[in-house]
């Protein structure tokens, strides 16, 4: 993979993928991680004599243009965040798109309107792929929150593009998930957590072979104990996974640990009766965070690591009660950090989100940006988005 420095960037327009799909309330970035997480890259090129056209795709639009997952907001705030000037194009490609980069100022930075506007970007249209390339001289991938996707503005425009390169971010997330996975100092754990276990069995498989440790949390636990005959009581258990669950534990020996006590609660709320249990759960209780003792052991387990990876939360941390087993995983990544000097990174909205509340995000080694993309890159599947760039 060719990094920015491979590449002539000066008086090049460089058309660059990024991913600013940023939560948004009314119009407003509550979270602007990704947009921040893409700065260095478009630093890099303007001080290079380039001029950066971002694209990106934001949220879910059905079909067509819809007003609430326009970029424009996007461009606002990049303003305040870089000192070049920002432009805002309403369209992605085309005619319009080039005008609004040829009448651009010299040194400015354009973002071009939403890629999922168009119906051939999720289809991956080798014809909107041949259109998003023609904006640019070269292209740069730096969105490696989607690099596990085949779409045309992550995959199928480096096929029109000679000069194609990884952005900074791109290049340091992969090298450190590479460190961790493929050259791991010892002790390597990993945590993982959140809803299904479906979700996570190709991570699973995968890791029980690399990792020396592999600790469960979230209601993925209760698919485990299920299948190891454990009561659950009203806990979220995939019943159709159940046997697959005890044939990986069965597999793993004892590189895996289930949690060993429960904050459980009599309903889903924030203000339910819970109560701490070990072992078995009661009929009518369910189980929505590791418990006190699990916490402790997974801490100490993390603390003494030389390599943690870690994506999914241990238990409902968006509710204050079952907070407390994702908040001890992060606190314990930190420690890792500055006790061991540990190589600790953290993946999967959920758990960034949980780091970044704890005010631990700059604790650990790497915040990567990507969930989907690294359960993908973890399970040593190979990401369409990354191979595109060396075709
Ligand atoms: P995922 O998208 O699979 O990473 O799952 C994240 C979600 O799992 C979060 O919204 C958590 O609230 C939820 N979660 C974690 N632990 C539990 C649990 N014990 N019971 C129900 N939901 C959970």
């Known amino acids: ?34 947009v921040r997480a893409a ?19 934001l949220g879910r639009p059905k079909s067509g243009p819809e007003p609430q997952f326009s970029l424009r907001p996007v461009a606002e705030h990049l303003d305040t965040l870089v000192e070049a000037p920002v432009v805002f194009c309403e369209a992605t490609v085309g005619e319009a798109a080039q005008a609004c980069i040829d009448e651009a100022p010299d040194g400015a930075v354009v973002l071009l309107e939403n890629t999922r506007f168009l119906e051939g970007e999720t289809k991956n249209d080798p ?46 997330e992969v090298a450190f998930l590479t460190r961790a996975l493929d050259e791991p100092e010892r002790p390597f754990v ?16 995968a890791l029980i072979d690399k990792v020396d440790q592999l600790l469960i949390g979230g209601a993925m636990a209760y698919t485990f104990l299920a299948g190891l005959g454990h009561k659950t009581g009203n806990s979220l258990v995939e019943e159709d996974r159940v046997d697959e ?30 109560q ?22 997974y801490a100490n387990v993390i603390e003494n690591a030389a390599t943690v990876i870690w994506n999914g939360p241990m238990g409902v941390f968006e509710m204050d009660p079952f907070a407390e087993g994702t908040r001890a995983v992060a606190q314990a ?41 690294m359960l993908e890159f973890m399970e ?12």
Request: glycine share 10%; charged share 25%.
């Open 1 to 34: 993979m060719k990094s920015l420095s491979d590449l002539s960037l000066s008086g090049k327009r460089v058309l660059v993928r990024v991913d600013f799909n940023v939560p948004l309330e009314d119009g407003r970035i509550t979270d602007d991680t990704r």
């Open 39 to 57: 700065l260095p890259t478009i630093q890099a090129l303007l001080d290079a004599g380039g001029q950066p056209i971002l694209m990106s795709h």
């Open 127 to 172: 014809d909107l792929a041949r259109q998003m390339a023609a904006l640019g001289d070269a292209f740069v991938s730096d969105a490696f929150g989607s690099v596990h996707r085949a779409h045309a503005s992550t995959e199928g425009v480096a096929h029109h593009v000679a000069d194609k390169a990884a952005g900074s971010l791109l290049e340091r």
């Open 190 to 205: 990993a945590i993982l957590g959140g809803a299904k276990v479906s979700d996570k069995i190709g991570v699973i498989e």
């Open 245 to 274: 669950a005890y044939r990986l534990y069965e597999r793993a020996g004892d590189k895996l640990t289930l949690p060993l006590d429960h904050i459980v609660a009599d309903r889903f709320a924030e203000d339910a009766e819970t």
């Open 276 to 297: 701490i249990v070990t072992g078995e759960i009661p009929d009518d209780w369910m189980g929505l965070d590791i418990g006190p003792a699990t916490r402790e052991q």
């Open 333 to 373: 990544m930190a420690t890792a950090s500055a006790d061991n000097e540990a190589l600790t990174v953290v993946g999967g909205g959920d758990s960034v989100a949980a780091i970044n509340e704890a005010g631990l995000a700059e604790a650990v080694t790497h915040v990567s940006t990507g969930g989907g993309a």
């Open 380 to 391: 040593g599947q190979t990401l369409p988005g990354l191979t595109a760039l060396d075709a």
